[in-house]
């Protein structure tokens, strides 16, 4: 059985950004309650994940803590500890760690991680595929890291991996890496199981080609239900925030 024949959800199954919150401090992203609330409506799960400067593995979006957190903090400076302390928007929930997370969800729901990392890969990769030894849910892995993607190429070939790539408004790579990457030039090297591509960026050629070949494509981040009616034929699924993509 192939990678993507026992991972069906990539295609099957609706996926909440960051989790289903609010986009505000009653349910904030990335937060145990926009988890909890994804796994009671049969939602899969994309998150972010990045490495601590103690080796843990943070649930956090943002390089920086300022804009969730209000304090200006860069994250690969702060220990599990720390930012366990640290509020998400004022709210009551705290910055969880990925350990958290998988204790919450125990298979429930698949979860699709998308690791930070956008310099050499090694520490973070090895440290993210240590804690999901042993679990026991589905779950794949994406970055816009092409180095990410060959180092699970070659350290776990059986693990969905995906590429991210669009438009690199808000992404730090160097002009050339951008390049490579938005028109998805790696993939002969990175050989990604899936696209995970700026929903309002598609179609593009190469996605509309890798389309017809049967690779999905996944469009981020669709925030209503005239985007999704916009971007659907033009992509296997969507990672979806601010609406319910089962309602009409």
């Given amino acids: 059985m192939s990678v993507l024949e026992g991972n069906r959800w990539l295609v099957d199954t609706f996926i909440c950004h960051r989790g289903y919150h609010s986009g505000d401090s009653t349910c904030p992203e990335n937060s145990m309650k926009a988890f909890e609330r994804a796994a009671?409506?049969?939602?899969?799960?994309?998150?972010?994940?990045q490495l601590l400067a103690d080796n843990e593995i943070v649930v956090f979006?943002?390089?920086?803590?300022?804009?969730?957190?209000?304090?200006?903090?860069?994250?690969?400076?702060?220990?599990?500890?720390?930012?366990?302390?640290m509020r998400l928007l004022g709210s009551d929930q705290s910055i969880p760690l990925f350990d958290d997370v998988l204790d919450l969800i125990r298979?429930?729901?698949?979860?699709?991680?998308?690791?930070?990392?956008?310099?050499?890969?090694g520490m973070p990769e090895q440290v993210l595929l240590e804690k999901l030894k042993g679990y026991r849910?589905?779950?794949?892995?994406?970055?816009?890291?092409?180095?990410?993607?060959?180092f699970l190429k070659a350290r776990a070939p059986r693990i969905p991996r995906g590429q991210l790539s669009g438009s690199f408004e808000d992404?730090?790579?160097?002009?050339?890496?951008?390049?490579?990457v938005r028109y998805l030039l790696t993939n002969p090297l990175t050989r990604p199981h899936f696209i995970s591509y700026e929903a309002m960026c598609?179609?593009?050629?190469?996605?509309?080609?890798?389309?017809?070949?049967?690779?999905?494509?996944?469009g981020w981040t669709v925030q209503s239900h005239a985007q999704y009616?916009?971007?659907?034929?033009?992509?296997?699924?969507?990672?979806f925030e601010g609406f319910d993509p089962h309602m009409t």
């Avoid at 298979?107 to 890969?121: C, S, T, Y």
């Fill in 40 to 49: 009671h409506g049969g939602f899969a799960v994309e998150l972010d994940v």
């Fill in 61 to 85: 979006h943002d390089v920086n803590t300022s804009r969730m957190i209000g304090v200006d903090r860069m994250m690969e400076n702060c220990g599990a500890d720390q930012v366990r302390k």
């Fill in 107 to 121: 298979g429930d729901v698949p979860l699709l991680i998308e690791l930070k990392n956008f310099g050499k890969a």
């Fill in 137 to 150: 849910g589905q779950f794949a892995i994406q970055s816009f890291n092409p180095r990410t993607i060959v």
């Fill in 171 to 180: 992404i730090e790579l160097t002009g050339y890496r951008k390049f490579l």
């Fill in 202 to 218: 598609l179609p593009t050629w190469i996605t509309s080609n890798l389309l017809r070949r049967g690779v999905p494509i996944l």
């Fill in 229 to 239: 009616q916009q971007v659907k034929r033009y992509c296997d699924n969507i990672i």
